[in-house]
């Protein structure tokens, strides 16, 4: 009976206590490890590791649970949940027992989360609020990363009052920023008066038209021009009407009077170089109606096959040389004092063509379609320069 009685105290007073003392101790264990493995994750694997971690180890006396917290505040500010990180972010900070660097940091991610503005949670008095708040802490804990981070974020937060901007402004703002279509609903709210400004006129006109609304662009330059025979309108007509001419090849008619007229502006504005430009793309218009561009392109395509085909020519090469060296050793022999008759000098100059188109690359085809060609832009270019002073007269130019 007695020693049954040792027994039960034995087990009571040192093997269960061992007991429970090498559980905490592999808990502890694995409290370390998981976190490690936790906090080394990416993304949203590292969000998710974190939360597991605290559901398995709530207890907030351990430090380990405390840094899970602010490790998962960052976590899901780095995801740009910024609702999460500030839920976190606040829970850790009422937690409390952090290192200064810790709660500054979390002060900073509160003050950087109110102060998205694409975030649902956007409110730039609490974002100054918590700014202020981190500054101060920065301050007087010497936390120079943060103090200067905070502070630039008060100042993008700040930033200068709003100027008041005049609809002139308003509206070059928006094109110059490639936001045509902010530029375009801004004239439309605009009054009467401010319409008919010129300047604001024009950008409305060029915002249709980087916008490719092309009728409607048309519309309003057309207008501009009929109050103000300027280069710049002319020309922007030409661009809109060759655009459509790609649909409609009798639209190109339209295209090449415009740039012409364009050119011949430019002109009396003093800018020769845009009024060279202006000329050259009226002469691409006028070979484009006649379908002469593609005509030069097919032929370069087929030059450039031919060219790839001059080297293969290189034995053919050779023997036409060796029959044109012969026959004129034949002609030096056999005819000294008396021309050669027709048919050998026929052959000599057929030699000699061969030859040279071998060596070209090119067929006798080819050759001729080159000359066809040369024939037709120089007949086009003449028609061009009768279409000028057409509108030189037109404009008194």
């Known amino acids: 009976m007695k020693k049954a009685l040792f027994v039960i105290l034995f087990m009571a007073l040192v093997v ?121 802490f920065a301050e007087s804990k010497k936390l120079n990363d943060v103090l200067s981070e905070a502070k630039k974020l008060k100042r993008q937060l700040s930033g200068p009052p709003p100027k008041k901007i005049s609809p002139e402004q308003q509206i070059k703002m928006n094109y110059s920023d490639d936001d045509f279509s902010a530029a375009i609903s801004y004239y439309q709210t605009l009054g009467a008066a401010d319409k008919a400004n010129p300047e604001i006129h024009k950008t409305y006109a060029n915002a249709l038209f980087k916008a490719n609304r092309l009728d409607s662009a048309l519309k309003e330059f057309k207008a501009l021009y009929a109050n103000n025979k300027k280069a710049t ?24 009077n415009y740039y012409l007229e364009a050119s011949v502006l430019y002109g009396k504005e003093g800018s020769t170089s845009n009024q060279g430009i202006a ?31 001059a ?51 090119a067929s006798p085809q080819a050759t001729d379609e080159a000359k066809k060609l040369e024939d037709e832009k120089k007949k086009i270019q003449d028609e061009l320069k009768s279409l000028l002073a057409k509108v030189k007269k037109q404009l008194g130019g």
């Open 16 to 136: 269960i206590p061992c007991l429970f003392g090498q559980a905490n101790a592999d808990r502890e264990v694995k409290r370390t490890q998981d976190f490690i493995a936790a906090t080394t994750k990416k993304g949203s694997e590292k969000v998710n590791a974190l939360n597991a971690y605290i559901k398995e180890f709530p207890e907030t006396s351990s430090r380990w649970t405390r840094l899970a917290h602010y490790h998962l505040a960052i976590g899901y500010f780095e995801l740009k949940n910024y609702g999460k990180a500030v839920e976190y972010a606040n829970k850790t900070l009422k937690i409390g027992s952090l290192e200064a660097g810790e709660e500054g940091r979390l002060l900073l991610v509160i003050a950087n989360c109110y102060g998205v503005k694409s975030a649902s949670i956007f409110n730039k008095d609490k974002a100054l609020e918590y700014a202020d708040k981190t500054i101060s």
């Open 233 to 256: 309108f002319a020309l922007r007509m030409g661009d809109i009407y060759a655009q459509k001419a790609k649909r409609n090849n009798s639209l190109n008619d339209s295209a090449v």
């Open 279 to 309: 000329y050259k793309k009226a002469e691409f218009q006028l070979f484009e109606k006649y379908g002469f561009n593609k005509k030069v392109q097919a032929l370069a395509s087929q030059q450039r096959k031919s060219q790839a085909s």
């Open 311 to 361: 080297e293969k020519n290189a034995s053919e090469i050779r023997r036409a040389k060796y029959e044109l060296r012969k026959l004129q050793r034949q002609i030096q022999r056999e005819y000294v004092d008396i021309d050669p008759p027709p048919y050998i000098t026929d052959k000599v100059k057929e030699l000699q063509k061969k030859i040279k188109t071998l060596e070209s690359g």
